[in-house]
């Protein structure tokens, strides 16, 4: 998960600002029950803006507390209906909870607002592949590879995609790359080892490899993966 830190502004803090600034260290400090405290306070303040209710509704689902996390992503959208990632949010508790087209939804809206949302377009991605929209799944990932073409994961459920289209060639390739570069995740490395070795045995006989993974979401019923971490799971590592 991914906790947004730009969201407060730079003149004379509130009581709301500093109460969620407090919620976020703790949370960077790993003491969670500590940060949901904190949160919880800022978002009683009248003057919470929509980025701190989105922050609380990730540590909430982080929790598993997937009610009152989606409660708090929606409040956060009627704060601000603009709020890209607190439509990104929704989606993946909405993905969570199974509600996977209405998570295709806000999604959408995270990249509308936000064309350039890397883990929108990410996420976007895995939910048409998981809805049998392969097509719409092909250009979401090429979209997010052209915003960043270096993005592993992202490569990686691309090449899965690929491999469930029977285009093994394609896919086969791209996991070769993959693996050249040797990713720093243990578990991606042996993910993308594993995809390699079916890839290879769909060349071989000309059926199309398994569906293995989703690492941007995971499969229905896990926790969504997508392209930056702490509050926002597995996505690169930025924090803005």
Request: with cysteine.
């Amino acid at each position: 998960m991914h906790v947004r830190k730009h969201d407060t502004p730079c003149h004379e803090p509130t009581v709301a600002s500093i109460l969620h600034r407090l919620g976020i260290v703790a949370y960077d400090c790993e003491k969670i029950e500590v940060a949901l405290r904190f949160m919880s306070m800022a978002c009683a303040q009248p003057e919470a803006p929509a980025q701190c209710h989105r922050n609380h509704a990730e540590m909430l689902h982080r929790c598993g507390q997937l009610d009152k996390a989606e409660a708090a992503a929606r409040f956060a959208i009627q704060c601000d209906s603009d709020c890209a990632d607190a439509w990104d949010t929704l989606g993946t508790i909405l993905f969570d909870r199974g509600a996977v087209a209405e998570s295709r939804d806000c999604y959408q809206r995270a990249v509308q607002i936000k064309p350039s949302f890397l883990s929108a377009l990410n996420n976007l991605a895995v939910v048409l592949h998981n809805l049998g929209e392969f097509h719409a799944s092909e250009g979401c990932y090429r979209k997010a590879l052209k915003l960043q073409s270096d993005n592993l994961e992202i490569q990686l459920n691309f090449a899965n995609l690929l491999g469930e289209l029977k285009r093994s060639g394609e896919a086969l390739e791209l996991t070769e790359r993959i693996l050249d570069r040797r990713p720093k995740s243990n578990k991606l490395y042996r993910v993308a080892l594993e995809l390699k070795r079916k890839l290879e045995r769909a060349a071989s006989t000309q059926i199309g490899a398994e569906p293995i993974l989703r690492v941007a979401i995971g499969q229905k019923g896990r926790k969504p993966r997508r392209a930056n971490i702490p509050l926002e799971a597995c996505r690169s590592n930025r924090r803005s």
